[in-house]
């Protein structure tokens, strides 16, 4: 577990209908052209494909979709390259960037007041199933190194982890905490996020 690099987060959207997969086709592909924090290639859809990634923001470090995998509509956060630290930061690392993803959605001119994240409802996966089985060994390792960032995200509220160990599914934990939260920093001051300090429990 302490070599694990490719995390996924997803959060969810409050209504699934919200953003379809050609706006969504349209805004990463401007996302594009104005990044200038990390390097962004193309955008894919796959949007007949059905359940999964439905459109996709294809990154060198990490890739961003929309994703309905499961039946329920979010952000997902792939992360692919490899990050420094421990594994506890390099998990604070990917809820960061897909937070700040789903902030920047959410003030997007052609979204506001449209488009809103379930902020308490997170779902992080470990995408490598060699360094994390979807095992009980591999849920206690995983929130052992999970939980302290949770603790400083919601800032003291209560929240609920659960593992669903299906056959054939990786490690993963569902997050579902009483209460929201979101970034209140302004998109001019995201590159400066580096941590949960700047993330607002709203009760």
């Excluded at 052209?33 to 999964?52: F, I, M, Q, R, T």
């Excluded at 294809?58 to 890739?63: L, P, Q, S, T, V």
């Excluded at 792939?78 to 421990?86: E, I, V, Y």
């Amino acid at each position: 577990m302490d070599e694990l690099q490719r995390i996924n987060v997803k959060l969810y959207l409050r209504d699934a209908d919200s953003l379809s997969s050609e706006v969504a086709f349209r805004i990463f592909n401007a996302w594009i052209a104005a990044s200038n924090d990390e390097v962004l290639v193309d955008v894919a859809d796959y949007s007949h494909v059905g359940h999964g990634p439905e459109t996709i923001l294809i990154g060198h470090e990490a890739n961003y979709s929309l994703d309905s995998d499961g039946g329920e509509a979010g952000l997902l956060y792939a992360r692919k390259q490899a990050q420094s630290g421990t594994v506890q930061e390099r998990l604070r690392g990917a809820l960061t960037a897909a937070l700040r993803a789903c902030r920047r959605l959410e003030t997007e001119p052609e979204l506001a007041d449209k488009v809103s994240f379930r902020g308490g409802d997170i779902l992080v996966t470990a995408n490598d199933r060699l360094l994390a089985p979807n095992t009980d060994e591999g849920e206690r390792d995983l929130r052992t190194a999970l939980e302290p960032v949770l603790d400083e995200l919601f800032a003291g509220s209560q929240y609920l982890v659960e593992r669903d160990a299906s056959s054939g599914e990786r490690l993963n934990l569902r997050v579902r905490a009483e209460g929201d939260f979101s970034a209140e920093r302004s998109e001019e001051h995201t590159s400066e996020l580096q941590s949960p300090d700047h993330l607002v429990c709203r009760l």
